[in-house]
């Protein structure tokens, strides 16, 4: 078990490199107009014009992920410390197991799946961390159209 100071050393380390430009511009990306609604458009996505985006964002969060489940990192202080990754993971998990099977990849972000859903009240934030990404993404659009 870390204890906190290395805990918060790793934490630390993680908000430094969610810093990097790309790496920001792609969760921005993610966070504001990766919305999918079905299956299909979750593989359309990665197989369109931001699959690089798609890739650097959800390796990032699996991998920052992968320190909390091998130990590295204190779960509780890493949730703490990147609540992001409830927003990125509510995303693609209703469609995980079309995407695992469509990709032959059985364990796909199984580390963020882990993290995520050993949270207290996950499905219920998870819910609600959906829903106001979808209602955000809805008044955007609509915005933008009363502009045009």
Same mark, same amino acid.
Do not use: C
């Given at each position: 078990?870390?204890?906190? @100071?290395?805990?918060?050393?790793?934490?630390?380390?993680?908000?430094?490199?969610?810093?990097?430009?790309?790496?920001?511009?792609?969760?921005?990306?993610?966070?504001?107009? @990766?919305?999918?609604?079905?299956?299909?458009?979750?593989?359309?996505?990665?197989?369109?014009?931001?699959?690089?985006?798609?890739?650097?964002?959800?390796?990032?969060?699996?991998?920052?992920?992968?320190?909390?489940?091998?130990?590295?990192?204190?779960?509780?202080? @890493?949730?703490?410390?990147?609540?992001?990754?409830?927003?990125?993971?509510?995303?693609?998990?209703?469609?995980?197991?079309?995407?695992?099977?469509?990709?032959?990849?059985?364990?796909? @972000?199984?580390?963020?799946?882990?993290?995520?859903?050993?949270?207290?009240?996950?499905?219920?934030?998870?819910?609600?961390?959906?829903?106001?990404?979808?209602?955000?993404?809805?008044?955007?659009?609509?915005?933008?159209?009363?502009?045009?």
């Amino acid at each position: 078990m870390p204890t906190p @100071f290395e805990s918060a050393q790793l934490n630390l380390k993680l908000f430094e490199l969610r810093r990097e430009p790309v790496l920001r511009e792609a969760r921005a990306w993610v966070t504001r107009d @990766f919305n999918p609604e079905t299956p299909e458009e979750m593989m359309a996505a990665l197989q369109g014009e931001h699959n690089t985006r798609l890739r650097m964002v959800y390796g990032y969060w699996d991998m920052a992920a992968s320190l909390v489940t091998t130990g590295a990192i204190d779960a509780d202080a @890493f949730r703490a410390a990147h609540s992001e990754i409830v927003g990125a993971f509510s995303k693609i998990q209703p469609f995980l197991p079309q995407l695992r099977a469509a990709m032959e990849l059985p364990d796909l @972000f199984r580390n963020m799946e882990t993290v995520v859903m050993t949270a207290p009240d996950a499905a219920g934030r998870l819910e609600r961390t959906r829903k106001r990404l979808r209602d955000m993404a809805t008044a955007r659009r609509g915005k933008a159209e009363t502009q045009a």
